[in-house]
Each structure stands twice: as C-alpha cells, then as structure tokens.
C-alpha cells in the first residue's frame, strides 16, 4: 500500500507559476508510473501528465510547453512545475501512482489519454486557483 500526499497549491493570478509536490510513503516502487490528476469544480477529473520509471513523460494537450512532471525516486517525490497559469488551470490537484510503469504507459501512448483506471493510489489533492 502506498500512500501520498500532496502540497504546493494556492491561489496566483494568470500568467504565474506553481510546483506542486507529491511525498509517498509504505510500498515505494522505482517502477511504478505516476501522475498528477485534476478535477476543475463541476467537472469530470483529469489526467494532466504522467511519468514511468525511466523518465519518459506524457502531457494533456492543454498543458503541454507550460507544465513539467519529474520525480526523485530517492526522495520517494514526484513533482508538477506549473508555469504560465491560465484560469482554466484552477481545479483540485491529485497524485496518482499505478503499476506497472510500462503497462501504464504504453496505454498512455496508445491512447493518448491518462486514464483514472490505471492507478491505484491516490492522494487527498492540493487545490489550484488562477485568477
């Protein structure tokens, strides 16, 4: 069992940056994939960005040039690095974590979405808001 918890959100006005944090802790695997979610107020979640074991990183369209996904397996810590905020960016913030990484993200490339689905774990979420 993993779990995971985020921090780094807040309030900013467009145009700024954000990072958000992702600590885990129990079961920690260098295999496994993770991602961050988002849920705007009203609406169905989303998977905004993903990155498997080796590095390699998959973005939504609309975050794509504007948002970074990274981890540090030895800090047991994936992050998101928000810059250039759009309104449209506010939502609640949620990490996720699945295995494994090459199934996950095979899928991922193949769809081209980031499914729910695939990851169980999650954490409570960070809210985001651009104004």
């Known amino acids: 069992h993993v779990q995971l918890v985020e921090s780094g959100g807040g309030s900013v006005q467009a145009g700024g940056s954000l990072k958000l944090s992702c600590v885990a802790s129990?079961?920690?695997?260098?295999?496994?994939?993770m991602a961050w979610f988002r849920r705007p107020s009203g609406r169905e979640r989303e998977g905004v960005a993903a990155?498997?074991?080796?590095?390699?990183?998959y973005y939504k369209d609309p975050v794509k040039g504007r948002f970074t996904i990274s981890r540090d397996n030895a800090k047991y810590t994936v992050y998101l690095q928000m810059n250039s905020l759009k309104p449209e960016d506010t939502a609640m913030y949620y990490c996720?974590?699945?295995?494994?990484?090459?199934?996950?993200?095979?899928?991922?490339?193949?769809?081209?979405?980031?499914?729910?689905?695939?990851?169980?774990?999650w954490g409570q979420g960070t809210q985001v808001t651009v104004s």
């Open positions: 990155i498997d074991a080796d590095g390699r990183s």
């Open positions: 996720a974590a699945g295995y494994p990484a090459s199934t996950i993200m095979s899928v991922i490339q193949n769809l081209r979405t980031i499914r729910s689905r695939d990851f169980d774990f």
């Open positions: 129990g079961y920690w695997s260098n295999s496994n994939c």
